[in-house]
């Protein structure tokens, strides 16, 4: 790895302390005394800890080991290898800071005071995944879980998987903790971490389309087909100033991937010019497969 490349990597470790200690947080002083459940991994591993006082980050770790491992022989090592080290970072702040017992309760009476844990409880964890995302990591969880049954059911959207798998989790455990109010505050917190989780990213599920400007259009092209897997497209263009002619970078990437095409151009070429721009909707390999679903492509055979 060269000195740039280890730079790019180094710049991630402050993102990752931030979104760990927050996801600690969240569930330590909100989620966990408020017995609210978010749904997912986290959500089973919430059910456990109220009920069999158990180490709750551990839990999150070793339930998302075989998720991931699955994952991996369908999908491949590289789009694995974020989710890794994102499941990693979450559990191994949670699990240590629930061992030292440094974040307490955050108010007083948690039957009285449930729906205050259910807003800040989804706020602060939508802030946590949020900081993991505009990195590119993920913590694992639902997400996979939908990734693996999507080959099953074809004819569901992925995020319609993710829903119906939370709303499982969430069932679960009102029916587990015997009480069906938990349902009620759960919904909450679900929708301010998805809301938060949509403002921390800008939009996360939806594409960018880059135009990349440079005087190596190759290299960062060919950057981009090997780190990221990313179809790129060249047009001819001619600056006016200069009438010279050039070849521009035309990619299309989710968010998630944003920072790294930006990484990846300014690495190859300093001085590349990057325009970047949301798009409405983005339909085709990689990202959906037809006019109501959300693909992610499998690792092929």
């Known amino acids: 790895m060269d000195k740039k490349k280890f730079i790019s990597k ?17 569930y330590n002083m909100f989620l966990i005394p408020g017995n609210i459940f978010v749904g997912g ?3 089973i591993a919430t059910v456990w800890t109220i ?3 158990v180490n709750t980050g551990l839990v999150i770790f070793l339930l998302n080991l075989p998720l991931i491992i699955a994952f991996m022989i369908i999908y491949g090592w590289r789009a694995s290898i974020k989710s890794i080290i994102g499941i990693g970072v979450a559990s191994l702040f949670l699990s240590v800071s629930e061992a030292l017992n440094i974040l307490p309760p955050a108010f007083a009476n948690p039957d009285e ?10 706020i602060v964890l939508g802030i946590a995944i949020g900081f993991f995302f505009t990195r590119g990591y993920t913590t694992g969880g639902t997400d996979i879980v939908a990734l693996l049954l999507k080959p099953k059911f074809k004819n569901i959207s992925t995020s319609r998987l993710i829903l119906i798998t939370d709303v ?3 069932v679960y455990a009102a ?3 015997k009480d069906w109010m938990t349902v009620l505050y759960s919904f909450v917190a679900v929708f301010m971490m998805t809301s938060t989780l949509g403002i921390v990213t800008g939009g996360f599920e939806k594409g960018c389309l880059a135009y990349i400007f440079s005087s190596d259009p190759e290299g960062i092209a060919q950057m981009i087909s090997d780190t990221l897997g990313r179809g790129v497209t060249f047009i001819d263009g001619m600056g006016w100033y200069t009438k010279t002619p ?10 998630s991937e944003i920072y790294r095409i930006k990484l990846i151009a300014k ?4 001085k590349s010019f990057i325009i970047v721009s949301e798009t409405i909707e983005t339909i085709g390999l990689g990202f959906k497969e037809s006019i109501d679903d959300d693909a992610f492509e499998q690792k092929k055979k």
């Open 175 to 177: 029916i587990s903790m």
């Open 168 to 170: 499982i989790v969430i």
């Open 113 to 122: 005071n449930k729906l205050l844990y259910a807003i800040f409880g989804g």
């Open 51 to 53: 009920l069999y006082n």
């Open 267 to 270: 690495t190859v070429d300093p």
């Open 246 to 255: 050039q070849k521009i970078i035309m990619c299309v990437v989710k968010k």
């Open 10 to 26: 180094l710049a991630d470790v402050p993102y990752l302390i931030a979104a760990g200690i927050i996801y600690a947080v969240a």
């Open 41 to 43: 991994v986290g959500g």
